[in-house]
């Protein structure tokens, strides 16, 4: 296939430009970020696409909907679980945690 002189882009198209990236932490490994990126669209840039266990069982579950419905995406952000990762934004220094379970392990008798 030949290649066209000039490919457009949607970031071509609306003139956009890459913005400066930071970091947030996944279960203590660093991952790149950039502003207006869900900690949902962090993870699977890295290439994770698990980043919670079910109650029963412990099924690794990652992003289903997309859209805040389904909450299969839950993750302990800053130490505060059940997180929607799709919806959640990614922040500077963010600590994120895989969630087990219901995310309140400490509270289990």
Not at 11 to 17: I, K, N, P, Q
Not at 23 to 38: K, V, W
Not at 39 to 51: E, F, K, P, Q, R
Request: charged share 20%; proline share 6%.
């Amino acid at each position: 296939m030949k290649a066209r002189k000039h490919e457009r882009t949607p970031r071509s198209l609306v003139g956009g430009a890459p913005v400066a990236a930071y970091e947030i932490t996944f279960d203590g490994r660093a991952l790149p970020a950039e502003a207006g990126q869900s900690v949902a669209a962090v993870l699977w840039a890295a290439g994770i696409l698990a980043w919670r266990t079910t109650r029963e069982g412990g099924a690794p579950r990652g992003a289903f909907c997309g859209i805040g419905s389904c909450y299969d995406c839950l993750v302990t952000v800053n130490g505060l679980p059940n997180q929607r990762a799709c919806l959640v934004p990614a922040r500077e220094g963010d600590t994120v945690t895989t969630q087990e379970g219901t995310g309140h392990a400490e509270l289990a008798v």
